[in-house]
């Protein structure tokens, strides 16, 4: 091992706190962004099952309406 001890190896002549702390914002904002992640994943899923729930909603209530017809009016012009 390069250090005499694991103190010394935490201390690292003088960069320790530096390197530890750099170590520790790393592993945060990590550990965050995975979070965040799972949460958005979860949250579009959700989004995309109500509109999918929605337009078979909205397609049901078409089905059962009577159709709209179309037919062509004649209007005069005077």
């Known amino acids: 091992m390069a250090f005499e001890s694991w103190a010394a190896f935490l201390a690292m002549e003088g960069h320790g706190p530096y390197v530890w702390s750099c170590y520790a914002v790393f592993v945060v904002l990590v550990a965050g962004l995975m979070i965040w992640s799972v949460r958005r994943k979860k949250a579009v899923i959700a989004v995309c099952r109500r509109g999918y729930e929605f337009q078979a909603d ?6 059962s309406a009577a159709p709209a017809s179309f037919a062509r009016v004649d209007v005069s012009r005077d």
């Open 58 to 63: 909205e397609s049901k209530v078409a089905a």
